[in-house]
């Protein structure tokens, strides 16, 4: 018997790697390392250039639940198969997430870049969120251009470090 996903869940699959691939980011634009969209009591989490040790960057995608249960076994293969029918799959760590064998989109992966090397370019450092008088992080996290479902609610989380 194979399992089946929740829509909500295939919903935001796509909507996820919509944004890791095809959304250009603006020139502003700040990135975290990391997207998440809850649906159905699922966590997905889109990171565009996870860094395996001695390997280059690549997209990954990870798998969880709200609140933290185990998936089973099925789930994590329809996942699997639902989104390697939509992107090539480099490497199926199941529990550990999956690393997509395509590059995010080059916006993406600059906006990433900006948010944390060099840092803001008139004060040159990463902490001017500290700062009241500085707009960098701010204007540059409104510019992002977050993953987007639609027709359907998805909670929206933006990770940094």
């Not at 789930?75 to 690393?99: C, I």
């Not at 803001?120 to 977050?146: F, I, K, S, T």
């Amino acid at each position: 018997m194979t399992a089946s996903l929740d829509p909500d869940v295939v919903d935001a699959l796509d909507a996820g790697l919509r944004w890791l691939f095809d959304t250009e980011q603006p020139d502003n634009a700040l990135a975290p390392f990391a997207a998440s969209l809850d649906a159905a009591e699922r966590h997905l989490t889109f990171n565009p250039a996870w860094h395996p040790i001695g390997q280059p960057a690549r997209p990954r995608i990870w798998l969880s639940t709200w609140p933290i249960t185990e998936l089973s076994d099925r789930e994590l293969v329809a996942f699997k198969r639902a989104l390697a029918a939509r992107v090539p799959v480099h490497s199926t760590p199941a529990r550990d997430g999956w690393l997509l064998a395509r590059d995010a989109h080059p916006s993406l992966l600059a906006a990433v870049g900006r948010h944390y090397d060099p840092g803001c370019p008139e004060h040159g450092n990463r902490q001017c969120e500290l700062r009241d008088d500085c707009p960098w992080r701010p204007e540059g996290r409104a510019a992002l251009r977050p993953p987007a479902v639609v027709g359907r609610p998805v909670q929206l989380a933006l990770f940094a470090a």
